[in-house]
């Protein structure tokens, strides 16, 4: 299973598409006249042809001319760059957030052009519909908001959500981004201005995986904020009370799940941004009962495996020496915890070792320092992954991360702290000293201030040969002499798109750790020899519907190999089980939406 297979890379149909004359199919619209123009799934804007203004009581509403989508999206794209040229000198944070509102503005009032111009700029784009922007903007969300998108479900709402769930309007949901909003990036707990996160993750499904916008729904949970500034603030929109706990908490997702499964049964529910206790105990709660995967714990398990995989191969090794590799995790909460599951269990498979000793690779580092067996109050998420300090010379229960990387010299520092500028100086410097012949830094929590270095200081202290990934994207760093440090963007968005459309067109009930496994290894197969030897361990955002194209078939692979596959639309099991890995790509990358205006036809 783990070995690596360079798969052809497809020609980016995105772009070879983008203002193709295929003609396509009717699309049947049950209102009329300016409701259309309000509704951003069917608004052309002054893209409408006249015989359909005609048809559809438009005409008089709009000027004249008919305006081609090429051209809207030029005029889009040239009051972008004029954007950027108008906000130079000011600051980063009112440079972003004037972008995210002139993508959002499209977003609201016609999703065609709005997605058209994402997909074709997704590496432009990302980081301001997603992390790091994103973060910023549910910081600011009381402010910024204009409109709803997606639906609130709160703890008033309490014996209510088996109807509420009826009053969105789509009749066809696919896709769910939950969240309760208690961990929001590595910002912490936002109460109800977390609905960003469901509202970029979502917006990422359409990008890379082409799910369709229509068949999309993020989620807020309000049950509650502890964050003490939101439940001072007069302009907070979410519920002003502390946060539910226990059995109260629990009562209120359990009855959002059934209110999901009784309307959607085949809907996939991602959870996002909870904070850990209820990260670990909501995935274990409803992993065998519902079609639902954490995306911080697994998705994030997923690309960092793919990674460490990668510097393995980065040092001209064999993947048998992940065994030899020592790897230090700087945070030991979902992500953290997440990662190291999946990785033992990975070294175990790769090198035929016991998980025992797959785990004496592992130093975790959380918030008090190393973690051991002789912590009092030992988080029992962790436990399984605490050190004996008997065993460790030099080391004891609670030592900093400096000092642990210089007594263990890890080949890989991987952060999940959330916590800025944690690897600073010293550490970076002390990575030096590292084993590796080419010492790996991870600085993988978000948004870009949460980082635990950044790119240019990770090059600069812990020298030129280094690999480095970040959470959020850093520019590649110019080493002088002609020689560039490349960024490695390590996020879980080369996962998460694959997992729901590979599971989607499975049609399977669960998400299963077997098919979370195939993801990761489809990703850590992806890149070339060549790449990885020049530190490039993941592939460009420019690619990622292609990486998702891949993933996706690599997760529906596997929930046919575990007879879970029930199939899609007119595509039964049979089919799927006969699909060859290349006819499976293919399958999967016909069935990504692809925005262009279709021919509108009314019916009442
Ligand atoms: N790149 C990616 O794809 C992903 C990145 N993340 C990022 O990872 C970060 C953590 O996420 P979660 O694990 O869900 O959060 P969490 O709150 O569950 O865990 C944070 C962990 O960091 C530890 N920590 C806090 N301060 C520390 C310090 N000074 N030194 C060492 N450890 C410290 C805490 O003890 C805790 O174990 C967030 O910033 C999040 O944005 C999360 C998921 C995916
Ligand atoms: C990327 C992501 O899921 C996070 O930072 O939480
Ligand atoms: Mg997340």
Redesign the pocket.
Known sequence: MWKLARFAAASNIARSRRFSAAIPGPCIVHKRGADILHDPWFNKDTGFPLTERDRLGLRGLLPPRVISFEQQYDRFMNSFRSLENNTQGQSDKVVSLAKWRILNRLHDRNETLYYRVLIDNIKEFAPIIYTPTVGLVCQNYSGLFRRPRGMYFSAKDKGEMMSMIYNWPAHEVDMIVLTDGS?I??LGDLGVQGIGIPIGKLDVYVAAAGINPQRILPVMLDVGTNNQKLLEDRLYLGLRQPRLEGEEYLSIVDEFMEAVHARWPKAIVQFEDF??KW?FETLERYQKRFCMFND?IQG?AG?ALAGLLGTVRAQGRPLTDFVNQKIVV???????LGVLKMAIKAVAKISGCSDLAAKSLFYL???DGLVTTDRNNLDPAAAPFAKNPRELEGLTEGSS?IEVVKKIKPHVLLG????GG?FNDEVLKAMRESVSTKPAIFA???PTM?AECTAIDAFKHAGENIVFAS?SPFENVDLGNGKVGHVNQ???MYLFPGIGLGTLLSGSHLITDGMLQAAAECLASYMAEEDISNGVLYPSVDSIRDVTAEVGAAVLRAAVEEELAEGHGDVGPRELSHMSKDETVEYVRSNMWYPVYSPLVHEK
């Open positions: 961990r990036l590595g904070q850990m990260a911080d994030t690309v700087v945070g030991a909460g979902s992500a953290g580092i959380d918030k991360i999940l702290s959330g916590v944690i993988m929590s978000n949460n959470g390590a996020n879980n």
